[in-house]
């Protein structure tokens, strides 16, 4: 298998150097690096880095996201997404920060991930319907807080929420 540990500059990276396909998910922040293919579903918390020769096709939800290779599918980056020189993404991305380098490739759609969510912007970044968001506000299972009639969400706290395993 070509998982491995790395020490480069005093932090530890778990590097993807083959071909992967199906679901890998990180509960716990990880230093994740891909340098091979990868094929599914792909959900990290801490970084990830889509390195230079890497080809993926997936749907990421991730914290803090590197791309300089090849990358295709749907992306959420919660903290940031980086598209570095070279990088080349077709994809539609919901960001917190985007940061784009000169010679950096997108083609797709990009949506900014506010600080403060609705019913409805919640729903899609939780995916689920709106009923249930509802319904978890009205209960008080989800952090959340009035703006005249309108139930609110701070993003930070659902992230928090969502680590806590209460969802």
């Known amino acids: 298998m070509a ?11 778990l590097d993807v150097d083959a071909a992967m396909s ?29 390195g230079p020769k890497a080809n993926v096709d997936a749907h990421i939800i991730g914290d803090d996201i590197t791309i300089a290779g090849r ?19 077709r994809a539609e991305i919901k960001a ?8 950096a490739v997108f083609d797709g759609k990009c949506s900014m991930l506010g600080d403060v969510l609705g019913v409805d912007e919640l729903a899609q970044y939780l995916e689920v319907d709106t009923n ?24 930070k706290k659902i992230d928090e929420w969502i680590a806590s395993g209460k969802i």
Request: hydrophobic share 35%.
């Open 132 to 155: 249930s968001v509802l319904e978890w506000a009205n209960s008080g299972k989800v952090p959340t807080f009035k703006e005249g009639d309108t139930w609110r969400f701070e993003r």
């Open 3 to 13: 998982l491995r540990a790395r020490r480069e500059t005093g932090e530890r990276f």
């Open 71 to 89: 990358v295709k599918g749907d992306i959420v980056a919660k903290e940031r997404l980086t598209l570095e020189s070279g990088g080349q993404v």
């Open 22 to 50: 199906g679901t890998l998910t990180f509960k716990d922040p990880v230093n994740l690096r891909i340098n091979g293919k990868f094929e599914g579903t792909l959900e990290t918390k801490g970084n990830l880095h889509i």
């Open 96 to 103: 917190a920060r985007l940061v784009v380098y000169e010679g």
